[in-house]
DNA sequence: CATGGGTCCTGAGTGC
DNA sequence: TGCACTCAGGACCCAT
């Protein structure tokens, strides 16, 4: 599923290849996916030009030339393809754009839980994106904020990573991968953690953040690149969908998987010990 | 503020 | 071989 690492390879590959396109058509069958509805949608996209494409958590965003701004979020199945369009159909696309140059940004979406909203200006887009926490790589993301998040809630710290609203852009791979780092058990309430497990699961949070993008995403099961092409984090997984396996640390236990929140929870019950 | 449940959706996996 | 069933999950909504 994309998380920040795989949306932000994404949002780089279309950014490389789009900007200065012009939309020319729409087509899809899946209207629910369109937002408010496909007829609002086409109705603000036809005829403009994509100026800027940028990435806030987990959403893209296409700047488009007449002040519209559209945004896709692809949740757990979505991709975005940049493909010619003579390239043969691909499976489970739902929406497509038809650009100049004879292009197609092709969203599938085999769950259909994405979606393609317009936003009529830049103020109903800051509406949206200031619902969610700082965000990793910035400026405001800094070690101290991230201590004062973890020190007002006692959820347990998994959940908060994983909650948009706290922190920007961190899903189920990456919270798991950080936190057998950190050697931090996911379930523990963020608020206990000493100063020193805060610090080190900062880091520890860049650092797997840093190597999701670095190998292009994890296709763990749907991911792709807007070129099509699988990314290789999935090859450097430590814990996430590794039970039943060694631990890497050679402590000599084994990766547990349990559910938390109602998600699947991967940790070695020997390295983060409750 | 915390917690738990339902919702969207469909391919993959299981059991018989 | 095929049918019926369960499961997975990001974000949002609702009730308690």
Redesign the pocket.
């Known amino acids: 599923?994309p998380?920040l690492p795989e949306v932000e390879t994404i949002k780089n590959d279309l950014a490389k290849s789009l900007v200065g396109m012009r939309i020319t058509g729409l087509w899809w069958d899946?209207p629910?996916q369109l937002k408010p509805s496909p007829q609002m949608v086409e109705d603000n996209i036809i005829g403009t030009t994509i100026e800027k494409i940028e990435r806030r958590?987990?959403i893209i965003q296409f700047f488009l030339s007449n002040q519209k701004i559209l945004i896709v979020?692809l949740?757990?199945?979505g991709r975005l393809l940049i493909r010619d369009r003579k390239e043969p159909a691909d499976k489970?696309a739902h929406i497509i754009l038809r650009l100049s140059d004879n292009l197609d940004l092709r969203f599938c979406d085999?769950?259909?839980?994405g979606y393609l909203r317009i936003m009529s200006d830049e103020k109903e887009l800051d509406e949206?994106l200031k619902?969610f926490g700082p965000e990793p790589f910035t400026p405001e993301f800094t070690v101290e904020k991230f201590k004062k998040i973890l020190s007002?809630?006692?959820?347990?710290i998994k959940?908060l990573l994983?909650d948009?609203?706290k922190i920007a852009g961190v899903?189920?791979?990456y919270a798991n991968e950080a936190l057998f780092l950190a050697g931090i058990n996911p379930r523990i309430q963020?608020?206990t953690l000493s100063n020193g497990q805060m610090v080190q699961l900062f880091h520890c949070l860049l650092k797997v953040l840093t190597e999701g993008i670095k190998f292009r995403g994890a296709s763990d099961q749907s991911y792709l690149d807007a070129f099509g092409r699988e990314g290789e984090y999935q090859k450097h997984f430590r814990v996430y969908q590794q039970d039943n396996k060694s631990c890497p640390n050679k402590c000599g236990g084994k990766i547990v998987r349990m559910?938390l929140?109602?998600?699947?929870t991967f940790y070695c019950p020997k390295c983060q010990k409750l």
Do not use: Y
């Open positions: 599923m998380e899946s629910k958590a987990k979020h949740k757990l199945t489970w085999m769950r259909k839980f949206v619902e007002v809630f006692s959820l347990p959940i994983m948009q609203k899903g189920n791979i963020a608020n559910k929140g109602g998600r699947g």
